[in-house]
């Protein structure tokens, strides 16, 4: 009887292997099914942990949370090349901005994440199962992106808890995932918040992933992820009136910087 069903599952093991290797719609939908599953299994693994380790809501979760993490990369072969970690080496808070292309860059995040940063996410995240409860034990600070007034009140009292609990905060300016390799326009939140608060702003870019990774073509395979973080951008003496242009200094870097590392040199200054 055991090895009946041995043989079964070993069939069925097969099968789907040679649908992979034959269907990219199938190689798709059963490699971005298993990285969910992956993630309510070890949010759901991970959640008593914190709660034991640190007993509750706080950013120091995310160093739990970054090590699971992290280990995902292996089940998908994907690799990343990281450079300028040295640039989070700045004292006092501050805030973090990146490209935002797909659900896979909670793992290009947790690769390089520093200690003591909290990210800002949408509100729906809450409600999404173990995957809700591991973002909230970690910290991350949830807006509604539908009401601009919520959001402006939420970001305010994130700049006051920032400076008081000397923690950096992790923004995605897009404000949506973009899987086109290059930059939509930026928002202009992160950067009111910045200079708000005086501190600098720290770009970090991550390579296209449409060479492995590209939801309308059905494609996802292994590949390397280049991420690279830019010098800080200082915001002291800057004023509201400042805004407009941080936000376009900070967006032409990171673009130049995106089109640099995916191979398309050049682009960057000759579209921006």
């Not at 994440?113 to 999404?128: H, R």
């Not at 809700?132 to 970001?155: C, E, P």
């Not at 086109?180 to 501190?199: E, I, M, R, S, Y």
Request: glycine share 8%.
């Amino acid at each position: 009887m055991e090895l009946g069903w041995l043989l079964w599952g070993a069939a069925v093991l097969l099968l789907l292997h040679l649908l992979m290797e034959l269907s990219p719609a199938v190689n798709f939908v059963l490699r971005i099914g298993f990285y969910y599953v992956l993630c309510i299994v070890c949010s759901g693994l991970t959640a008593p942990v914190c709660l034991l380790v640190n007993g509750g809501r706080t950013v120091k979760n995310m160093r739990i949370i970054k090590t699971v993490v992290k280990s995902f990369k292996y089940f998908f072969g994907l690799r990343f090349e990281v450079k300028g970690l040295e640039n989070f080496d700045v004292e006092g808070p501050a805030i973090i901005v990146s490209n935002h292309q797909s659900i896979l860059d909670m793992m290009g995040l947790m690769e390089v994440l520093p200690d003591g940063c909290v990210q800002v996410g949408k509100k729906e995240l809450m409600y999404a199962g173990t995957v809700g409860l591991i973002t909230y034990l970690g910290g991350v600070i949830f807006i509604n992106r539908k009401s601009t007034t919520s959001a402006k009140m939420v970001m305010a009292e994130v700049a006051k808890t920032m400076t008081a609990d000397n923690v950096k905060v992790w923004v995605y300016p897009e404000g949506t995932r973009n899987c086109t390799g290059d930059l939509l326009p930026f928002k202009k939140g992160a950067f009111h918040l910045a200079v708000q608060a005086q501190v600098p702003v720290i770009p970090v870019v991550y390579s296209s992933f449409t060479t492995f990774y590209n939801p309308k073509k059905n494609l996802f395979t292994s590949g390397k992820i280049k991420v690279e973080v830019l010098p800080p951008i200082e915001t002291k003496g800057l004023t509201s009136d400042d805004v407009s242009d941080l936000t376009d200094r900070c967006y032409n870097i990171m673009r130049e910087t995106l089109f640099r590392l995916s191979g398309r040199s050049g682009e960057g200054k000759d579209s921006s």
